[in-house]
């Protein structure tokens, strides 16, 4: 089955730190551009985080810089977001995709799954203040 699954929400305390995975079955991350997207209640989804196909380049907005690590292992064909310092707007469900972008500030501006070849369910994160 091709398939992206995001793993490793929770309900976390402000200050405290998850880790995200996005693992793909059924098809090869390899050659693809990864990328992480929240929405939080009420709000537009945004483009948290991306990386390139070879991990070379990576893009965070800048309310998660510094706090956040996107990473990839393409040989577990699996992507990962570190997320420290965890404060409560960074509540929300996390999607990730995966997608032939040119670049990754193009994958992280376009929010919406149409864009994107595959895209996971998502996973709740929060943050309690």
């Known amino acids: 089955q091709v398939q992206l699954v995001e793993s490793g929400g929770g309900l976390v305390e402000s200050g405290g730190s998850l880790r995200l995975s996005c693992a793909a079955s059924g098809f090869s991350l390899d050659y693809l551009a990864i990328g992480w997207f929240r929405q939080a209640p009420g709000k537009e989804r945004e483009g948290a985080s991306c990386?390139?196909?070879?991990?070379?380049?990576?893009y965070y907005i800048d309310s998660v810089k510094g706090r956040f690590t996107i990473s990839r292992d393409n040989a577990k064909n699996t992507a990962y977001l570190q997320m420290n310092s965890l404060k409560a707007e960074d509540t929300g469900v996390y999607y990730c995709?995966?997608?032939?972008?040119?670049?990754?500030?193009?994958?992280?501006?376009?929010?919406?799954?149409?864009?994107?070849?595959?895209w996971g369910p998502g996973t709740q994160v929060t943050v309690s203040s």
């Open positions: 995709a995966a997608a032939g972008f040119a670049t990754i500030q193009a994958m992280c501006a376009k929010v919406g799954e149409g864009w994107y070849d595959f």
């Open positions: 990386i390139s196909s070879s991990g070379d380049n990576t």
